[in-house]
């Protein structure tokens, strides 16, 4: 089994950036693709990206495209959420999951972080 931790979140004026990290114990994250999610108070959880382990292939969903990118440091076992131009709407605990294919379904991924609180304010 694989383990996650979640790290780097914080409070960030909108417009600023944050890097998540998602590092992972018990098995290397190489076998799995990765996918961030979040959940905002008293919304669903949503899936934001996904990084694919067969070719590399990354994803996101429409509401980050172009600000947010995801990537692997297979070295340091750990995948990274790079967000830019923070919004207000990007509040959110953000969960990191490992799966066994790319997928914005949560029942696709069997392993999950704790998740680590993202607060966009001025």
């Known amino acids: 089994q694989v383990q996650l931790v979640e790290s780097g979140g914080g409070l960030v004026q909108p417009g600023g950036s944050l890097r998540l990290s998602c590092a992972a114990s018990g098995d290397t994250l190489e076998n799995y693709p990765i996918a961030w999610f979040r959940q905002a108070t008293g919304k669903e959880r949503e899936w934001v990206s996904c990084?694919?382990?067969?070719?590399?292939?990354?994803y996101y969903g429409d509401s980050v495209k172009g600000r947010f990118t995801i990537s692997r440091d297979n070295d340091k076992n750990t995948v990274y959420l790079q967000m830019n131009s923070l919004k207000f709407e990007d509040t959110a605990v953000y969960y990191c999951?490992?799966?066994?294919?790319?997928?914005?379904?949560?029942?696709?991924?069997?392993?999950w972080g704790q998740g680590t609180q993202v607060t966009v304010s001025s």
């Open positions: 990084s694919s382990y067969v070719d590399g292939s990354t």
């Open positions: 999951a490992a799966g066994s294919k790319c997928t914005w379904f949560r029942d696709g991924y069997n392993y």
